[in-house]
Every structure is written in structure tokens, then in C-alpha cells.
């Protein structure tokens, strides 16, 4: 249960987080082109509000003048940025939305449509202005996620070691080796581009139609990566015998910690000891080890094991009694900078924004590729709702992972926005760049019934998706 509302905990503030900045960047825009906002919700209000509050004085900043006439007499005034809108909480954590004067939307308010146009109205301004007004919530999520990105490699850097540095290459899943690649396999490009950062080089790689790998310290050999690779790859990590998702570095068997009183220490190993093999048969890297090491419950091994001690190398041959689940009562050194050059990046303030962009507009770009496959029938039974969002936070709060997913988050919610599907921003696009090519906007009649399309395709979409978390849970 405390897992669970760790990970409630987090989507829920990453989700109105990117919400508030969402309608912000609506609100902002057309308050700066003098339209009106009646409401702005952070959730939806289906018949009762959690909280609501409509300021009843000025509160200043970005006002404008306006005249007003009063006894006969001009008088000017200040009209606030901020007033004349209800703020509030919605119950329904779904989405939010700014109510904007003078269109359709969400709220499907056609009684105000029907009234003569007032110049502080979305409909009474140019196309350009109500087109910077309908891209801003796009453009503020995607802002944000850049904003993110740069502040996390201004507070923390870069620390990674390159692929191309792991010197005994890497383990491969078993889905990875169907396709072609071997352990020991060290990634070059993808589709001709250069690999460096192993979590960039994991999308690249699944993205690619083609990779590059090193074999042997000195082949280099081509590896079509099939188009559903990356559902193979989901399958096999849901599953219960998964141990390597996609790939991961290989790396020795070094002792980090010895459990007193368990079989490693009885037999005299010590922290710092490397294991090398398991009754004679080599197990060279980490992997094999795991994968020796199993079927031997409350047998006696043999453990060959190289302990370095000032400027001196043995070889030691150690017999451990394993306990009934074939562990020996050590810690193993899972760090791969613990073995193989380590590449560090430190940011000031103006280097981490460039860095910020780039690594928004590749997860965007990546993003948007993945998306061709939520057209296959794999990907229709991928697709997940909130439970799935939910699960990608981690268990224990972190803040650094937080922020990492909040960020990713953002660009995923941009690019939904922008499809050009009624009732989303997109939509509006849409029929903005249809008002401006034909010199005419679509009927209002049409805008209605386009809204209700669109808000129905939405609701049964996140049925559905919700509806698969479900279904999954009892699989």
C-alpha cells in the first residue's frame, strides 16, 4: 500500500504540474491579447468543485489601460491580468482547462456564441493571435520539459560510461539474441549514427532499422532490428524470468560486502575478491555467474576467486556451502564505472540550456516515432492508462527520477496536444489554418459537432486505456 500512494503521489503532482503549465500557456496569450478568461481549473468540475476563488480586487502586473467613462467624465483605469477569472480545483483528476470567451471548447457554452461578438472575445481577434493562443499549452509543456532537462544537468551533470569504453561489451536479453545480437557485443551506431550515452543509445537502437556492433574486439557486424522489436522487448520484461531488459553492461564478479555468518564468510572470502569461476568452468563476467550459480541449493562449490592485495595477484580456489535458494551471503559491485572509464559532464548556467533543448527536442523526436506503432495491433494492447503512467515512478521517492519522468511526461502531453484531433488543441489548429487558407472559419454548427466527435473519441480512448491497466492486473 505505501508503494502505491508513493507512486499515486507522484503522478498525481507530475500530472498537475504539467497541467497548470498546460492551460497557463493558453491563459497567458490570450490574456495578453486582451481576451477574456472565465475559468481557469487545474481538473475537471462535473457538477461540484473541490475549490474555487475569483480575485475581487486588482492584483497587479501586465495590466492594461483601459478608459472608462464615468459622470460624463474619461477616466482611466487598470484592468487586471488576473481578475475578472474563477480559479478552482476540479474533483476529476483527468485534465483541466481555461475557459476562453468567445469559442468552443470544452465547455461547449454554445448560448454565448449566439450573442453578437465582443471585441474581448477569442473569435473577435485575428487568426495569427487566436493561432499563438491555441499552440501556447503546447508550447509551455514543451518549454517546461527543456526547462527540466537543463536543470537537472545544471544541478547533477552527465556521469556515464560510454558504450564504446565498456571494454567486455554488454549481456544481451534473450529477445536481443534472437534477432542477432551476442553477449559481448559493444554497439556502434544506429542507422549510421555514432552511440556514446547508453540511455540514449537503448531508444536509438530499438528505433533503428539497422545496428552496428563490434564483436570480438575486432568484426564489425549489422543487426536488422524488426519493426515490433520493441513490443518483443516489453513482453519479455513483464515477464517473470526476465533478468537483462534489452541489454546491460558485462562486467567481472567483484565482491563489494560479506554477510557474517553465511557461507562466503565461513569460507574465508573477503570484500574485493574477484570470482572467476564455479567448480572449474569459467564464468568471466557477471551474467554467468548469476547463470552458474543457480540449481546449486545447499551444495559445497568451488569458487575460483583472484584477490588483489597491495602489488601482489593470487588465485585462490574457495569452497562455499550455499544456502537452499544458491546464495552465497556476499554483495556484488553492479557499477559499471567501477571498471571501465567513466565520462563526466559538468554544466554551467549557459551550457545547460543548449544541452536542455537538445535533450527535449530528442525525446520529442523519439517520441513521435514511437508513436507510428500504436497503429499496429501490438501496440493497441500496449497502450495503458494512469496505472500504467503510475508504475514508471519509482518506489521510494526520488527527486532527480521525479523530475526526469515529469520532463518526458511533458513532451509526451505537447505532442498529444497537437494532433490535429477536435477537442484538442490540435483540432483548433486545424481549423485556424483551415480559416486562413479558405478566408472563412467553418460554421459554428460544424465546430460543435466536430467538438463532440472529438470529446467522445477522447473519453473512449481513456476508457480503453484504463480499461487494458485493468485487465492486465488480473493476467
Known amino acids: 500500500m505505501d508503494i502505491f500512494l508513493i507512486k499515486a503521489a507522484q503522478l498525481i503532482l507530475a500530472f498537475a504540474i504539467l497541467v497548470i503549465i498546460h492551460e497557463f500557456g493558453h491563459f497567458f496569450f490570450a490574456r495578453l491579447f486582451g481576451v477574456k478568461v472565465e475559468k481557469f481549473y487545474i481538473f475537471f468540475d462535473p457538477w461540484i468543485e473541490l475549490f474555487k476563488w475569483k480575485p475581487k480586487k486588482y492584483y497587479g502586473g501586465l495590466g492594461k489601460t ?27 483528476p483527468l485534465g483541466g482547462y481555461c475557459k476562453i470567451a ?12 449566439k450573442k453578437p461578438a465582443q471585441k474581448w472575445e477569442f473569435r473577435s481577434k485575428p487568426a495569427w493571435q487566436r493561432l499563438l493562443i491555441m499552440i501556447a499549452g503546447v508550447l509551455f509543456n514543451f518549454l517546461l520539459a527543456i526547462i527540466i532537462y537543463a536543470g537537472l544537468v545544471y ?82 520484461a513483464k515477464s517473470d524470468t526476465a533478468t537483462v531488459n534489452f541489454f546491460t553492461y558485462r562486467m567481472p564478479t567483484r565482491i563489494t560486502q560479506v554477510m557474517p555468518g553465511e557461507g562466503a564468510a565461513k569460507a574465508g572470502i573477503i570484500p574485493g ?72 559532464i559538468r554544466y554551467n548556467i549557459f551550457q545547460s540550456i543548449p544541452r536542455g533543448i537538445e535533450m527535449g527536442t530528442e525525446k520529442l523526436t523519439s517520441y513521435a516515432k514511437s508513436m507510428k506503432m500504436v497503429f499496429t495491433k501490438e501496440g493497441a494492447n500496449s497502450i495503458g492508462g494512469f496505472g500504467s503512467i503510475g508504475s514508471i515512478f519509482p518506489e521510494k ?66 476508457v480503453y486505456a484504463n480499461g487494458m491497466d485493468i485487465v492486465r492486473l488480473f493476467k
Do not use: C
Open 397 to 462: 521517492w526520488d527527486w532527480i527520477a521525479f523530475w526526469n519522468i515529469a520532463a518526458f511526461l511533458s513532451v509526451a502531453l505537447a505532442f498529444m496536444n497537437i494532433l490535429p484531433i477536435p477537442a484538442l488543441d490540435g483540432g483548433h489548429v486545424m481549423f485556424l489554418i483551415y480559416e486562413v487558407i479558405f478566408r472563412r472559419p467553418p460554421s459554428e454548427k460544424f465546430m460543435e459537432r466536430a467538438q463532440i466527435v472529438g470529446m467522445t473519441l477522447l473519453i473512449l480512448l481513456l
Open 273 to 344: 575478491d574477484e570470482i572467476i569461476a564455479i567448480d572449474s568452468v569459467a564464468t568471466p563476467s557477471l551474467d554467468e555467474f548469476f547463470h552458474l550459480l543457480q540449481g546449486h541449493n545447499n551444495e559445497t562449490v568451488d569458487f575460483t576467486i583472484v584477490r588483489k592485495a597491495e602489488a601482489k595477484t593470487d588465485t585462490l580456489v574457495k569452497s562455499v556451502k550455499l544456502s537452499d535458494n544458491s546464495k552465497m551471503g556476499v554483495g556484488l559491485e553492479i557499477n559499471p564505472s567501477a571498471f571501465f572509464n567513466t565520462k563526466e
Open 66 to 92: 483601459k478608459e472608462l467613462k464615468r459622470s460624463g467624465k474619461p477616466e482611466n483605469k487598470k484592468s487586471s491580468f488576473w481578475g475578472d477569472t474563477e480559479y478552482g480545483i476540479g474533483w476529476l
Open 102 to 113: 468567445g469559442m468552443i471548447d470544452e465547455s461547449m457554452d454554445t448560448e454565448q456564441m
Open 155 to 236: 544541478a547533477t551533470g552527465e556521469k556515464y560510461v560510454p558504450v564504446q569504453d565498456a571494454k567486455m561489451g554488454f549481456t544481451y536479453s534473450g529477445e536481443a539474441r534472437k534477432i542477432g545480437f551476442q553477449n559481448g557485443d559493444i554497439p556502434l551506431t544506429a542507422d549510421g549514427e555514432k552511440l556514446e550515452n547508453p540511455v540514449e543509445a537503448r531508444l536509438k537502437m530499438i528505433q533503428a532499422k539497422k545496428v552496428t556492433v563490434l564483436r570480438d574486439g575486432r568484426d564489425t557486424v549489422n543487426i536488422t532490428i524488426p519493426d515490433k522489436f520493441i513490443f518483443a522487448l516489453d513482453n519479455e
